[in-house]
C-alpha cells in the first residue's frame, strides 16, 4: 500500500489528505506476479468486478483514517467516462462503501452525460474517445465534507479538476483516496 500527501508549502490550508491502496503498473512495463494481481484488481473493479472486495477494503481505510467522524463525510466518485460505466463501476461500490464506513452516499447526487474525453496508452498507441458532461446536484455538496475516490490516479488532472468543481460549490474537499497510483518510470 502507498500513501502520498500534497502538502504545497504555501499554505496549509490547501494540504489534502491523498492514499492509494495499490501501486500500478502501466503495460508498457513489464510485470511481476504481484504487479498482475494488482493490474486484475483494478481491470476487474473498472468492469464493475470485485467491488464489494474494493468496498470493504475502502470503508476500513475510512474507519481507520477518520475514526468517528465518518458519519459527517460524503463519500464522492469520479464518475467513469459513460453513465453507464459509472452505474456499473460505482453504484453497488458506493453502497456498500457507505454502509461500512457509514458515510453520506455522493452517487445519487451526480449524473453523467455523453462519454468523457479519455486518452488512453496501450503499448505506446494513444487513444482519444468521446465528451462527458458531469451534472452535480449542488445544493446537496454546500458545506458538506467530501472524500474523493476514483480507481486510479496518475498525474492528478481528474481529481483536482472535480474538487475544485466540489470547492466551488462550498464542499470541503479532504483529499482522495485511490485503488491504484500510476507508477511514471
Not at 502501466?26 to 468492469?47: C, G, H, N, T
Not at 465534507?145 to 498525474?155: A, E, H, M, P, S
Amino acid at each position: 500500500m502507498a500513501a502520498t500527501r500534497v502538502n504545497p508549502k504555501y499554505s496549509k490550508q490547501w494540504q489534502k489528505l491523498m492514499f492509494s491502496f495499490f501501486d500500478y503498473l502501466p503495460m508498457k512495463y513489464e510485470a511481476s506476479p504481484r504487479e498482475w494481481q494488482v493490474r486484475k484488481l483494478i481491470w476487474d473493479f473498472k468492469d464493475g468486478k470485485r467491488s464489494l472486495q474494493v468496498a470493504e477494503l475502502v470503508a476500513r481505510k475510512i474507519r481507520e483514517t477518520f475514526g468517528s467522524m465518518t458519519e459527517k463525510i460524503v463519500f464522492c466518485c469520479i464518475p467513469a467516462s459513460s453513465s453507464e460505466k459509472n452505474v456499473k463501476r460505482y453504484k453497488e461500490f458506493c453502497d456498500e462503501v457507505c454502509r461500512l464506513a457509514g458515510t453520506v452516499n455522493a452517487f445519487d447526487h451526480i449524473s453523467v452525460e455523453g462519454e468523457r474525453l479519455a486518452v488512453h496508452e496501450y503499448k505506446g498507441a494513444k487513444s482519444v474517445k468521446g465528451v462527458q458532461i458531469i451534472n452535480f446536484e449542488e445544493a446537496f455538496f454546500k458545506g458538506a465534507q467530501v472524500l474523493v475516490f476514483d480507481d486510479v490516479i496518475t498525474r492528478g488532472f481528474s481529481y483536482a479538476r472535480f474538487a475544485c468543481a466540489l470547492e466551488a460549490f462550498g464542499a470541503s474537499v479532504l483529499g482522495g483516496f485511490f485503488l491504484g497510483r500510476t507508477l511514471l518510470k
